[in-house]
């Protein structure tokens, strides 16, 4: 027995990341962050608030906002609670990190490993996006961050340019079927720069047991 | 070869490239055209005027008009897989290779032989077929309606999946302007010049309206000129976006419209389609108006066609329809056909006016008062006979006659809400009313603003108040000097004549005398004489037809048009096909799929998988030689019992339920208590909904005292998150909770079987003891595993055996599940799919998504004891109700067959033994049933009237659906080890 | 429909999922004498206005918010929102 056995897989499937490059756009796995989810406990507000600045140096964004600070970054998911992003290599433990920054004025639950990060890059950002999501992307600007539907899966969009820099947090279990989608909205409009490398395939039968009769 | 063009019908000028031929084929004959032609244009220019037959007679048919609400000339495009029927040959622009074929013929378009239908129309009138085959009634589906489908209907599909692409897309915009004529451009320009966000959604592949249509318009400047200098500022501007061959099909509540958008012909890339969800703050709809016919015998024929259309084929596509153009008008509008015509070279031998007042002297004879009582002509128009006011009749030659009754404003948008139009006089037509949907006016000729001045000003005022509205500035636009007379008009509908027919809706085939018929039998609602006659009901939905339907009713109930009512307008505009609803929602992306993580480890084992819900999940793992499944499930259900099996359970919902009220919370969610869980513990839970019946289950495991996981099923995981939120937020925002989902966080293994510990302290760190005494059934704790990897133990068991929950972060599932399956070679590990699992907890009798029904009670499920009477909790006050808890309760109990050899079938129903199988005989169902291997019986789970007391009963399990009668034995659900000695060693 | 979100602005209503009646969150006390009448009474009793109408909807494709939406069922013009935690405090469910 060998614990090289116990090697993390990226959430598209692979042991590395995967990237597709079109004119003007290209998007790229991304396993470099993790990832908490932090509430705000009840009646705790100021207690909250005060450890937020001690921790990460600014106040928590409000509805839709996306604050960032040196390492640390966190965007509005709902009323009182928050994504906080950090990088995976000096962050691991981000979840014990909060909870001793935060102690019992949050409630905290790391989501390191429940979101495919995609980052999406490039002038064409809006002509690929307006034909994934409803969101008014003008005014999603720099320092914001929106739930969206993409192909029927709930998913995080935040802004980190003007219009050509954003992340897309995509459900873990769905990683494939979100990438696919974002390829294929790409093809409509783009060229693509290189052949690209596909995700295995999931199909719905792989064995040779005749189907249930 | 092409036959040459022995009598071209192009005149100089239009708006097509004539530096560019273009070749094409219809019915397999080769026709020439150019860029900026329709297929419509096109085979005119070619002397070809029939281009279909009609739905209902097989009359030949020519085009109506020049626009999407041609009635007529629909075609088939392409071949293959890609043969698209009904394409309207007025709007189909051309393109080089283009193919296209008549439908609705046989065997060809100029010789049909269900013309015969034409002969028998005295028979097929309106209401026919609802008073003809209604005998008898067996011969409906084998015979009247195979035979009625082939012989009226469109085209074709080619039965074949679609090969195109389709997309959906969403935009955001401050004013979108819907037509870009006269009216659309000027308040386009005004909205960009303001800084707003402008889409100019146009139908047509050419901006500019009927001012590409109509010579004449402007006083001064050239047409084109100021066409092509708004089109030239509109796209420079960052702010504005131009969408020509966009049809807005559909105004849905509060600023939403959907549009179709085309992809050119023959474009190298993209897809064929793109339909946008496009979100408004103001709106304004300038989209024109369409012609109308007037109603006369035989007015059908090919080479009969609106005024507008026959100017619009000579002004923008240099196409004379005739040589010889009568014009039938009750308006202003048939002169200026007359007129442009004559400018062109094409002979006008009369127009004639219903209206006794006419002007005469316009330098073609004119016969006021006088009206078009019938044609002549077969396959194409060859004269028309006219009464004069006179009451003398005289015959004309002419091979095309122009029909000018007036235009309805194209006020569809307006009335998708359920506003209704209002009835204006002076012009003879519908008008949107002062209630319409917020944020949407109409300008132009879509309000009823028929001149072009008046459609210039009122774009660029509608677009100016918009603008106001939403804080931008009012901006001056400097209009063309323009014609600004609005025509005058008489009403007049129809021509009363002894004998032929005179067709109101041409593309159903309706006629004034089924709308007579329809008045005789008192269908007289405007509702009922749509029904009855299918007047307004075919793809184009009367857009020509309903108006003069209406006027005819009223005339005919001596009522008033407004009286009489108006038709109802409901998305789409025009027709939009089924793909692009699709969209890309086809095939394998139908809909997102979620994986779990072992995923692919499982793919490599050869799997056969599963949807539950959006996941794929493997169903079980066969091994070469087995031949069915069934092979397959015993063989890992009795691995897993005898030693150890694998099952990944990632799919099951978790939510992380935190905060210093959390067991209060939980204690209120579930019926059973939660508030005394000790930390480090696991205890099923039973939610009930507020009506008392079994909502979901789970485990829930108690990490810390301020913090709970909850599993929830694998299909209600989304609803229960749902509903624990409605919970928290709206019955009690003064618990201190706060709840997320970590479904997608974890990975998750069922290892269960004797040898489970063992295979697990092969991978869990020495430093945690796992043993029975340290981690006894129902426990839980934060481990690491593999040398420092976090993880969660959870000693809990569906199987019914001695099994364990183990959890990583997911990343490390992939490898878990592989470093499981060595670890526990030498005890034979087998890896189980959902099917044996489902054989193991049928065995122990848990209940599940077929128990889990959302009809059954915790009484039902023998889980009464479990709903705490000392605390309020959703579902129990109401799973006390005296009617849930009658005598004939149903309970879950197990079946076997008396004869091991009968299987049960889920779904059965249960009748006391040799009772007949009718429902008031009926005692209850089964909900599960499977073959026991353990056993060696096929058992199943259901619910029996008071089966608690009845267990060594035997009774029919019934299913007429298969027609099987298999006799079985109620006993205990809990069929396998029902004491629960093997979870507790 | 668009669904102006007391927090979040104009959404459309896509990304809500509709449950029914604001009067949900007035859940008896079911521990009272004739709490199963009171909650027969707050289960099935509904009055189906041909109007203004106060309904739940949860924002499940955005931030989780359940809201009170004020409808009025014939044009579908909404004329208020609130977030459903609010109306409750304010209905004096924080107990």
């Known amino acids: 027995m060998s614990d090289d056995l116990l090697k993390p897989r990226f959430p598209l499937g692979g042991a590395s990341p995967f990237r597709s490059e079109y004119e003007g756009f290209s998007i790229s796995e991304s396993m470099a962050n993790s990832f908490v989810w932090l509430a705000c406990r009840l009646n705790r507000q100021a207690d909250f608030e005060r450890m937020a600045r001690e921790v990460f140096g600014f106040a928590m964004p409000g509805p839709g906002g996306l604050a960032r600070r040196s390492a640390y970054s966190t965007f509005w998911t709902g009323p009182g609670q928050w994504m906080v992003v950090a990088p995976f290599s000096c962050h691991r433990d981000l979840e014990t990190l909060m909870k001793e920054g935060f102690g019992p004025s949050a409630s905290v639950t790391d989501q390191t490993d429940a979101w495919l990060r995609l980052d999406l890059e490039g002038v064409a950002c809006h002509t690929v996006l307006e034909r994934l999501v409803a969101l008014p992307l003008h005014t999603v600007g720099e320092g914001s961050a929106h739930r969206v539907s993409v192909h029927h899966t709930g998913c995080f969009l935040g802004c980190l340019g003007m219009a050509d820099r954003y992340f897309l947090l995509a459900p873990r279990s769905s990683a494939r079927s979100v990438f696919h989608a974002l390829r294929q909205a790409a093809e409509s409009v783009l060229t693509p720069l290189a052949a690209p490398r596909h995700p295995p395939v999931s199909g719905l039968s792989g064995g040779g047991a005749p189907h249930r009769g | ?985 | 429909m668009i669904i102006e979100h007391p927090l979040l602005g104009p959404r459309d209503a896509q990304e809500f999922v509709y449950l029914g009646d604001a009067s949900l969150i007035d859940r008896p006390d079911g521990m009272a004498e004739d709490s199963v009448e009171c909650f027969h009474d707050y289960l099935y009793l509904r009055s189906n206005p041909a109007g203004l109408h106060r309904e739940l909807w949860f924002h499940e494709g955005g931030d989780r918010s359940w809201l009170v939406v004020t409808r009025d069922t014939v044009t579908h013009e909404i004329v208020k929102v609130e977030l459903a935690a609010d109306v409750a405090r304010q209905r004096g469910r924080c107990r």
């Open chain 2, 1 to 985: 070869m092409s036959a040459p063009n022995r009598l071209s019908h192009r005149l100089p000028g239009g708006l097509i490239d004539r530096k560019r031929t273009l070749s094409f084929r219809f019915d397999g004959r080769e026709y020439h055209g150019h860029p900026g032609d329709t297929l419509a244009s096109a085979l005119l220019a070619g002397g070809r005027m029939l281009m279909g037959r009609s739905f209902k007679y097989h009359r030949p048919r020519g085009p109506l008009t020049a626009g999407s609400e041609e009635p007529n000339a629909l075609v088939e495009l392409g071949g293959g897989a890609c043969r698209e029927p009904n394409a309207r040959a007025t709007t189909t622009e051309l393109f080089d290779g283009l193919e296209a074929r008549s439908q609705n013929r046989w065997p060809s378009l100029s010789f049909d032989v269900l013309a015969v239908n034409d002969l028998l129309a005295p028979f097929l009138t309106a209401g026919f077929y609802y008073k003809t085959f209604m005998w008898p009634r067996s011969f409906w589906d084998k015979v009247y309606e195979p035979a009625i489908r082939r012989a009226a209907g469109l085209g074709r599909l080619s039965g074949a999946a679609d090969p195109d692409v389709y997309d959906k897309g969403f935009l955001h915009c401050d004013l979108l302007v819907v037509g870009g004529g006269p009216a659309g451009l000027t308040a386009a320009l005004a909205a960009a010049r303001a800084g707003a966000r402008v889409i100019l959604a146009e139908e047509d592949f050419r901006f500019g309206g009927r001012l590409n249509c109509d010579a004449g318009l402007f006083l001064g400047a050239d047409q084109q000129d100021w066409i092509s200098a708004c089109v030239e500022e509109l796209s420079s501007l960052e702010n504005v976006r131009l969408m020509p061959r966009t049809m807005v099909f559909g105004a849905f509540d509060h600023g939403i419209f959907g549009a179709l958008e085309n992809n050119p012909p023959q474009a190298a890339s993209g897809p064929r389609q793109v339909l946008w969800r496009i979100y408004a703050r103001r709106t304004v709809l300038a989209a024109g108006a369409v012609e109308r016919p007037i109603a006369f015998a035989d007015n059908d024929r090919p080479g009969i066609m609106l005024a507008g259309a026959v100017r619009a084929y000579a002004n923008r596509w240099a196409v004379a329809v005739g040589r010889q153009v009568v014009v039938f008008t009750n308006n202003d509008d048939g002169y200026r056909t007359a007129a442009d015509l004559m400018a062109k070279g094409v002979e006008v031998p009369a127009i004639v006016d219903t209206r006794s007042d006419a002007a005469v002297d316009v330098g073609v004879p004119v016969f006021a008062g006088a009206a078009v009582v019938g044609t002549s002509g077969r396959l194409r128009l060859s004269g028309v006979k006219l009464r004069l006011s006179s009451g003398e009749e005289r015959s004309l030659k002419c091979d095309a006659l122009a029909l000018g009754g007036g235009w309805n404003p194209n006020l569809h948008l307006t009335c998708h809400q359920g506003h209704r139009p209002v009835w204006r006089e002076d012009i003879a037509a519908f008008v949107p009313g002062k209630a319409g949907p917020p944020g949407l006016r109409a300008a132009g000729a879509a309000c009823g603003a028929f001149s072009t001045a008046n459609a210039l000003e009122g774009g660029r005022d509608a677009a100016n108040d918009a603008l106001e509205d939403l804080g931008f500035r009012r901006q001056d636009v400097k209009l063309p000097e323009a014609e600004g007379r609005t025509p005058s008009i008489v009403a007049f509908w129809h021509v009363r004549s002894k004998g032929g027919r005179a067709w109101v809706d041409f593309q159903n085939d309706v006629t004034v005398k089924d709308v007579e018929l329809a008045h005789r039998e008192n269908f007289r609602s405007v509702e009922h004489l749509k029904r009855y006659t299918t007047l307004g009901m075919a793809p184009d939905q009367g857009k020509t037809a309903n108006v003069i339907g209406l006027a005819v009713m009223a005339e005919l109930s001596g009522r008033t048009i407004p009286e009489t009512g108006t038709t109802t307008f409901r998305p789409p505009y025009a027709p939009v096909s089924v793909a692009a609803f699709a969209g890309r929602s086809t095939g394998e992306d139908f809909r997102p799929r979620r994986l779990t993580p072992s995923h692919d480890w499982a793919a490599e084992q050869g799997a056969h998988f599963v949807e539950a819900g959006l996941w794929l999940r493997a169903q079980w793992f066969p091994r070469p030689g087995e031949s069915h499944w069934r092979q397959t499930v015993d063989r890992e259900v009795l691995a897993t019992r005898g030693s150890v099996g694998i099952c990944d359970v990632s799919t099951l919902g978790k939510i992380d339920v935190q905060g210093t009220d959390a067991a209060a919370f939980l204690n209120r969610v579930y019926c059973n208590g939660f508030a005394k869980l000790p930390v480090g513990r696991v205890r099923y839970g039973l939610m009930l909904r507020e009506d008392g019946m079994a909502m979901d289950d789970g485990t829930t495991a108690r990490l810390a005292e301020d913090h709970f996981v909850t599993t929830t099923t694998t299909a209600n995981a989304v609803a229960v998150f749902r509903h624990m939120e409605f919970c928290r937020q709206s019955l009690w925002p003064g618990l201190d909770v706060q709840l997320v989902s970590t479904t997608e966080a974890w990975a998750q293994f069922a290892v269960a079987g004797p040898n489970s510990r063992r295979v697990l302290q092969r991978v869990v760190d020495p430093e945690f003891d796992i043993s029975n005494e340290a981690f006894p059934f129902m426990a839980c704790g934060e481990i690491t595993v593999c040398g420092g990897l976090r993880a969660r133990l959870f000693r809990i068991s569906f199987s019914g055996e001695l099994a364990y929950e183990i959890a990583v972060p997911t990343r490390y599932g992939d490898g878990l599940i592989r470093r499981l399956m060595e670890a526990g070679r030498d005890f034979d590990i087998t890896p189980y799919g959902t099917e044996a699992l489902g054989v193991m907890r049928v065995e122990k009798g848990h209940a599940a998504g077929g128990e889990l029904n959302g009809t059954v009670t915790a009484r039902n499920l023998g889980m009464e004891r479990m709903v705490s009477a000392k605390k309020d909790s959703i579902g129990a006050p109401l799973s006390r109700r005296e009617s849930l808890s009658g005598e004939d309760v149903l309970k879950l109990v197990g079946f076997c067959p008396l004869d091991p050899a009968q299987p049960l079938v889920a779904g059965s129903h249960l009748l006391p033994e040799g009772a007949a199988a009718q429902a008031s005989n009926d005692q209850g169902y089964l909900t599960s049933a499977v073959y026991s291997p353990t056993l060696a019986t096929p058992i199943a789970l259901g619910f029996l009237k008071r089966g608690d007391a009845r267990l060594g009963e035997v009774v029919d399990v019934a299913n007429p659906l298969m027609g099987t009668r298999v006799r079985a034995r109620v006993v205990s659900p809990h069929f396998f080890d029902p004491e629960g000695g093997r979870l507790r060693v």
